[in-house]
């Protein structure tokens, strides 16, 4: 079995609204000192497979046809 870690971010210069509201709200609970906050997602997954560069292949290819917008987002694969 091979697990996986894939990080979601948006690329840098697209707009992240959802990063600023957090940043103003963190900056209202008196956190100071935030200079900015993006947001993104993770997924954790499971692959039966046990052939690393299989798993690999898989998982870039979830990312490029699901996971990720790579308009506007890049990935990043973390196998453990």
Not at 11 to 37: C, H, M, R, T, Y
Not at 47 to 74: G, H, P, Q
Request: aromatic share 4%; charged share 30%; with cysteine.
């Amino acid at each position: 079995m091979i697990k996986a870690r894939i990080i979601v971010t948006l690329k840098n210069g697209v707009l992240d609204p959802q990063g600023k509201a957090i940043e103003g709200a963190l900056g209202g609970l008196g956190f100071s000192g935030v200079g900015s906050v993006r947001q993104g997602k993770v997924f954790d997954v499971e692959l039966e497979d046990s052939d690393r560069a299989k798993a690999e292949a898989a998982l870039k290819e979830m990312c490029e046809r699901l996971l990720a917008n790579t308009v506007i987002e890049d990935y990043s694969i973390a196998i453990t």
